[in-house]
């Protein structure tokens, strides 16, 4: 199956400085999200982007299908942003299977 | 509902007891999953659902694992014989098409096996 890796595993951020996280993945996707994990364990869907880039408010994220990564960025951090940021990758397999596979995770501090 | 909604959010079992998760996903949704979360890893997928269809059960971990979803709307994910390994977050999330495009996900259930 499909391998995500992503770094850097731990990220502490002063409030207000930007950053930049990263995901491998092993295969072709034609599925990418991303997701933050809040403290409370809530996964929230931040981006549905199997290639090109989005943008919504302070976050931004950008596939590069043919070279097997995804970057998400963000800007002006705020400690509200702390948590767990998980990508997660996957192929139809034609078999009816949709599995999505998920990182190890980034975990984001944002200290004031 | 306006979002994907699991019971009981807490369950404390002692090995041995079987076990039933529930998740109500977002009305309308075709395709409904369910993944595993153990502490400090990334959810692993367990099975998959469209509509009332079952097209993927190959994350279920053992035969003790069963999930079913009968008339297309809520599912049920079923725990037997419960191992302490068998302790994590149960985690449900569904998608408005078949496929996993932009999945949304419920709160999880912990499950704690004594």
């Known amino acids: 199956g499909i391998q995500v890796e992503q770094s850097p595993p731990d990220l502490i951020l002063q409030e207000g400085a930007n950053s930049t996280l990263r995901c491998n993945f092993s295969d072709s996707v034609n599925n990418l999200q991303w997701f933050h994990q809040n403290p409370w364990g809530q996964l929230i869907n931040l981006f549905y982007?199997?290639?090109g880039t989005k943008q919504n408010g302070r976050l931004s994220a950008t596939t590069v299908a043919t070279e097997r990564y995804s970057l998400l960025y963000i800007s002006s951090s705020q400690t509200t942003d702390s948590g767990v940021y998980f990508c997660a990758g996957g192929a139809y397999s034609g078999a009816g299977s949709y599995q999505l596979t998920f990182g190890k995770g980034t975990k984001l501090s944002v200290i004031p | 509902g306006a979002g994907v909604s699991q019971s009981p959010r807490y369950k404390v079992a002692k090995r041995g007891q079987d076990v039933a998760l529930r998740c109500d996903p977002i009305?309308?949704?075709?395709?409904l999953f369910w993944y595993q979360q153990a502490l400090g890893q990334g959810p692993e997928f367990l099975t998959y659902?469209?509509?009332?269809?079952?097209?993927?059960k190959s994350g279920l971990p053992s035969d003790r694992f069963f999930a079913e979803r009968p008339e297309g709307s809520v599912s049920t994910l079923k725990i037997q014989r419960t191992q302490q390994e068998d302790s994590a977050v149960y985690l449900c999330?569904?998608?408005?098409?078949?496929?996993?495009?932009?999945?949304?996900f419920g709160a999880g259930s912990r499950l704690t096996v004594l």
């Open positions: 659902f469209q509509n009332e269809a079952q097209l993927d």
């Open positions: 999330a569904s998608s408005k098409t078949s496929g996993a495009n932009v999945l949304t």
């Open positions: 982007i199997p290639s």
């Open positions: 009305s309308g949704h075709v395709s």
